[in-house]
């Protein structure tokens, strides 16, 4: 086999297409945050994805239930989020148990766990139903569409973030690849929301490699979700048989592996849960791709033959997006431990949280690169941090901070780093979300890895 070397790529010019003030990369829940609040604090704003629609895993990627919202029954993730819950509930689109039903008993329970609302961090029988929203990814990305045309943002979809354009230690904008070829963006503050670092990592940013469970979510459709639950609840031995040999065949998977979705008869699969790809490798994600579907093909010949429920069930689809969950972590100015997830340590300059941990503005800064910033999954935390603090509605809140952040320094003139986090504290609140710099009384339930 002929040994392959590197390539010469020669020089070229590339057109620059606009600037603006903030250049967000990645429209996944973080990307949104982010584009959203900047430009309500007056930055023109362009936002770049890669696919042809905004939400990331929480549209393309398929997971279907907002949760790490609560703290006990204390709502704690709020702002941006929660007008996205609000504006697809308005459309029949989001579903969450009312308060009267937020409660610990067997009744609600039966009535609520297959929408995937209950407290999984709890080790009790029954779990607590919570607030957690089941939505529809398409109500996702119309209400993601919705608030990107109120805010006057500058969307370009299919753009493909490819390099940073970095002078001086500083960043001034990104290349992207395009059906056109490659095209110049230029900005006083970027923002990296990819998920996997690809901005901050390029630009030169310490960062380091953490790695999880992949999944390719998909969903069912005609599935009788009454009778399913009806013999899950009336024909307990016998369900725990099936669903025991159920999940033997898809091969991991959360407890409930099917959940339901605001329309009807259509269920979501957060499984199977497959070990030992790398998030970032071409190979391995392609071999994912094949390994998810063949378990995917498996599993729903054996449920229509065996599941009660499931009888005329059909794959619907799965997810354009492969569900990876960990690849690039930044080392930024602040690494959030295990230890601070668990502890629920509280940082003078924290301007985010999720359902009872706290996000100091120190981890969304890179130590090395100025202009630069970043919101979402890949943020400053340990791999096993992480994996505790990286659910949609805290990565929206992260970008809803950083938005809020980068608007402060382009009106102060000052750099990233130097923006005071009691002005972006004071800011999130005056916007309606929470940014943790008060801790929570009740702060007391254990947390455990999703
Ligand atoms: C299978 C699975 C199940 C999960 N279950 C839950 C759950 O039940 N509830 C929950 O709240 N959370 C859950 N999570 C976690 C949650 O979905 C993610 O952590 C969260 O959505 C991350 O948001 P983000 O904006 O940081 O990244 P993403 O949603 O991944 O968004 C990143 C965006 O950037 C774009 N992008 C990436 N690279 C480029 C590039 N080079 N150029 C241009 N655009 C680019 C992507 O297309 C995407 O739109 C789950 C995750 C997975 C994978």
Same mark, same amino acid.
């Given at each position: ?133 089941? =939505? ?24 493909? =973030? ?44 310490? /960062? ?28 307990? *031995? ?45 190979? /391995?994600?392609?071999?994912?791709? =094949?390994?998810? &579907? ?52 509280? =940082? ?7 359902? *009872? ?32 603090? &990286? ?25 990233? &780093? *130097? ?32």
């Amino acid at each position: 086999m002929t040994e392959l070397k590197t390539v010469h790529e020669a020089a070229r010019e590339v057109p620059a297409i606009v600037k603006s003030d903030v250049v967000v990369v990645g429209g996944g829940s973080a990307g949104v945050g982010a584009a959203v609040s900047a430009a309500r604090n007056g930055a023109s704003v362009t936002l770049l994805e890669r696919y042809p629609h905004l939400g990331g895993m929480a549209s393309g990627g398929m997971v279907l239930v907002l949760d790490d919202m609560v703290n006990g029954q204390e709502i704690t993730v709020t702002g941006i989020v929660m007008e996205m819950v609000e504006r697809m509930k308005a459309l029949g689109l989001a579903v969450y148990p009312p308060e009267e039903d937020r409660k610990t008993n067997w009744d609600v329970y039966r009535k609520w766990a297959r929408w995937g609302a209950f407290d999984f961090h709890v080790p009790s029988q029954p779990e607590p139903i919570i607030f957690a929203v089941a =939505f529809d990814p398409d109500g996702w990305k119309r209400v993601s569409n919705n608030l990107i045309q109120e805010a006057g943002i500058n969307l370009r979809l299919h753009s493909w =973030f490819s390099e940073p354009i970095v002078e001086d230690g500083a960043i001034k904008g990104v290349i992207c690849e395009t059906k056109m070829g490659r095209q110049a963006i230029l900005g006083d503050v970027v923002i990296d929301a990819t998920g996997d670092l690809d901005v901050a990592s390029r630009a030169g940013a310490a /960062h380091g490699t953490g790695a999880y469970i992949v999944t390719t979510v998909f969903r069912l459709g005609d599935v009788d979700t009454e009778k399913a639950e009806a013999f899950e609840w009336e024909h307990p *031995d016998e369900f725990k048989a099936i669903d025991r040999a159920a999940k033997r065949i898809i091969g991991g998977s959360w407890a409930r592996w099917w959940l339901k979705t605001p329309l009807p008869g259509i269920v979501w699969c957060n499984c199977p849960h497959m070990t030992g790809y790398d998030g970032m490798s071409v190979e /391995h994600l392609t071999a994912a791709e =094949f390994d998810g &579907r063949g378990r995917i093909e498996r599993l729903v010949a054996f449920v229509q033959k065996n599941l009660p429920g499931f009888e005329n069930s059909y794959l619907l689809g799965t997810a354009e997006q492969i569900g990876v969950r960990q690849t690039r972590l930044l080392e930024g100015e602040y690494v959030v431990t295990k230890d601070d997830v668990v502890n629920r340590v509280h =940082f003078p300059d924290t301007v985010c949280r999720g359902r *009872d941990y706290y996000t100091p503005y120190r981890a969304l800064l890179p130590r090395d690169v100025e202009n630069l910033i970043v919101a979402g999954r890949h943020y400053s935390a340990t791999p096993e941090a992480q994996r505790m603090s &990286r659910e949609i509605p805290p990565c929206m809140l992260q970008g809803e901070a950083v938005g809020v952040a980068a608007a402060l320094a382009l009106q102060g003139g000052v750099r990233l &780093r *130097d923006v005071d986090p009691a002005a972006i504290q004071r800011q999130m609140r005056k916007q309606g979300a929470d940014p943790g710099d008060i801790p929570s009384a009740n702060a007391n339930v254990p947390i455990a890895a999703e």
